[in-house]
């Protein structure tokens, strides 16, 4: 499968039914059971739900979907783009008044939700007048259901032409300073970005997609890379039932955040203590199910000592780089790539270039744009196609290496450029500290930290701050004068943060200097 016989989101999944057919797609939980659907079972609902949509609603619309991943989640994504009309994918855990702001300012008609999310119906209509049609992904007495339309109704044998450069998606962005903004996706940026690495997966691979799914990163490289290679995927349910569901599906294959990753190392690192007689490598494949091949990592900034942690339990985690706007990839690694510190190699088919130290790119995954906000596109993207994506960064043997964002640079008074992601990362493994953010104060670094408390339990005020000072006296010791921390921080409770958990650069400082 390749971008020459393959253009849509449409045609990749007419692909994949062509080629892998009664393979399985999917497998989700329904209640006790495990609920298989087939490529050719997706295919066949999609066009449904894209005959249902034409016949009943009309040829132009917006349709917005809402909830964790489902079968009857993918094919309202995948039945809408098929009418040659827009899919806006939103955040699970978003208000319920940024949810109705989003559907306005999205020009909502069609809204596909999660029945979880019934009890905010009523508050939404009465917000947002446009939206016509209310679409439950599941079956709800009195309403056309996803699932009841794929039951009952019946294919099309004609669906609107579909080019590369109409457009799929707006995805909203969900940024740690200022307004989120709606990325304008096509097929083409999407297929280009699921077509521009090689030999990543198999039919006989088995992901778990633990990942939200409104998120591109996830839906790139979860569902579309498994209908390219046939790939069959697990829905996880739950983040509290991970570990349950590894042992579940025995999957091959992950995706994670490395949030997620360093959690997972430190229950595997405990458990190996509690048993010393147990081999660690076996208690790691014992916590994935016993099968896994690899990790693959993505979103933010992976440690080199989560990196290494997996090497020395025998599962290799590779690294990719990207944003939104580029569908998301723009580096990728496999996993038998030898590289630490770097944030894998460049895809195919994508330039990068480096301007006063940010990282600049173009390719055919880049964004058509913000949607409605012409502006905000003219900040980032050039006439002739490149992007600046706010990373500082550089490249090396087409490696690509980040050192911060730009737009959190601290300049201080004698003129030298901080990074406060490149001091924040020296904290990363560091089991006391739980959370942190560095900016300057009357022209320090200050770091602002909230501590460990399972670490620090039943430790006093004045043991907290010595050993975190001692910490600080030692990651001192690894950066320049111009990165030397001068003040120190304790909050006493968790930074707010954007529903991706990424902390919010824009909040109030907390807790006393020490």
């Not at 039951?151 to 969900?174: C, G, K, M, Q, R």
């Not at 737009?407 to 020296?426: A, C, H, Q, T």
Request: with cysteine.
């Amino acid at each position: 499968m390749n971008k020459t016989n393959v253009k849509t989101l449409r045609d990749l999944y007419e692909r994949a039914a062509a080629l892998y057919g009664d393979g399985i797609f999917l497998k989700e939980k329904c209640g006790k059971d495990i609920v298989e659907k087939t490529f050719n079972d997706f295919k066949s609902d999609c066009h449904k739900l894209a005959n249902y949509l034409l016949t009943e609603i009309g040829e132009k619309f917006h349709a917005a979907v809402i909830g964790p991943t489902s079968y009857a989640y993918l094919v309202s994504y995948f039945g809408s783009v098929s009418t040659k009309n827009p899919i806006v994918p939103l955040d699970a855990q978003l208000p319920c008044p940024d949810l109705c702001e989003l559907l306005q300012r999205a020009d909502i008609s069609v809204f596909f939700y999660d029945t979880k999310y019934t009890p905010m119906i009523d508050a939404i209509k009465a917000n947002c007048p446009d939206v016509k049609y209310y679409i439950p992904l599941q079956e709800t007495e009195g309403s056309v259901s996803t699932e009841r339309i794929v039951s009952e109704y019946s294919e099309s044998e004609t669906l609107p032409e579909i080019n590369e450069d109409d457009l799929a998606a707006i995805v909203y962005t969900s940024g740690t300073t200022g307004k989120s903004k709606g990325v304008m996706l096509t097929h083409g940026n999407l297929i280009d970005n699921t077509m521009c690495c090689e030999n990543e997966s198999t039919p006989e691979e088995t992901i778990m997609t633990v990942l939200p799914i409104h998120h591109v990163y996830c839906f790139t490289c979860d569902i579309l890379l498994g209908l390219r290679y046939g790939t069959t995927i697990c829905v996880n349910d739950s983040i509290m039932r991970i570990a349950m569901n590894l042992k579940l599906f025995q999957p091959t294959i992950i995706l994670l955040v490395p949030m997620i990753a360093e959690t997972i190392l430190k229950q595997i690192k405990a458990a190996s203590a509690a048993k010393p007689e147990i081999p660690p490598q076996m208690i790691a494949q014992a916590v994935f199910g016993g099968r896994l091949k690899g990790i693959y990592s993505g979103g933010a900034y992976l440690a080199p000592e989560i990196q290494s942690g997996y090497k020395e339990l025998g599962i290799p985690i590779s690294q990719g780089y990207g944003m939104t706007e580029c569908s998301p990839r723009i580096t990728s690694s496999l996993f038998t790539d030898e590289s630490f510190g770097d944030v894998g190699t460049i895809v195919k088919g994508c330039e990068v270039k480096i301007e006063d130290g940010e990282i600049v790119v173009k390719s055919p995954s880049v964004m058509k744009g913000y949607y409605k906000d012409p502006d905000a596109t003219a900040e980032v993207l050039t006439a002739d196609g490149w992007l600046h994506t706010g990373d500082l960064g550089y490249v090396e043997n087409n490696h690509v290496f980040i050192t911060g964002r730009k737009k959190n640079l601290i300049i201080l008074s004698n003129g030298e450029n901080v990074s406060p992601e490149e001091i924040e990362n020296k904290f990363v493994g560091k089991d006391m500290v739980a959370e942190v953010m560095v900016y300057a104060e009357e022209g320090f670094i200050t770091a602002e930290i909230f501590p460990n408390g399972e670490y620090f339990k039943d430790k006093s005020t004045d043991e907290i701050n010595a050993e975190i000072s001692e910490l600080i006296k030692v990651i001192n010791t690894t950066v320049t004068s111009a990165k030397t921390i001068r003040k120190i921080r304790i909050r006493n409770e968790e930074f707010d943060k954007t529903t991706s958990k990424k902390i919010k650069r824009q909040q109030t400082k907390q807790g006393d200097l020490i």
